[in-house]
């Protein structure tokens, strides 16, 4: 089992950064990591549905992207300290949401149900 921890969320003025920061652990992970292809971060604002913000390949690298944060948003990984993280830049009220890190076992970023380890979440506010 996989255990996941966000943390890094917080409020920021529109035209803001932030980092948020999802730490890995658990004895599949550690024992297995080819276990996990995939790691992810989604959001879900209140009163909507959850959405896919950016993914990555634990092994590789690659990266993927949700069309309203390309540019802004850069997703990375620290294999040595197992950590994932979400580097927002230039941040909008729309922004506003919890922000959620997964582990999927899958290859496709965008499809959640692939995901089958998730964190508490972290709140992430901008205001304008």
């Known amino acids: 089992q996989v255990q996941l921890v966000e943390s890094g969320g917080g409020l920021v003025q529109a035209g803001g950064s932030l980092r948020v920061s999802c730490a890995v652990s658990?004895?599949?992970?550690?024992?297995?990591?080819?276990?996990?292809?995939?790691m992810g971060w989604f959001r879900q604002a209140p009163g909507k549905e959850r959405e896919f913000v950016a993914a990555?390949?634990?092994?590789?690298?690659?990266?993927y992207y949700a069309d309203s944060v390309k540019g802004r948003f850069t997703i990375s990984r620290d294999n040595a300290k197992n950590t994932v993280y979400l580097q927002m830049n230039s941040l909008k009220p729309e922004d506003t949401a919890v922000y959620y890190c997964a582990a999927s076992r899958g290859s496709h970023p965008e499809v959640q149900s692939d995901f089958g380890s998730w964190g508490q979440g972290t709140q992430v506010t901008v205001s304008s």
């Open positions: 990555i390949s634990w092994r590789g690298g690659s990266t």
């Open positions: 658990g004895r599949s992970f550690t024992g297995r990591s080819f276990s996990i292809y995939l």
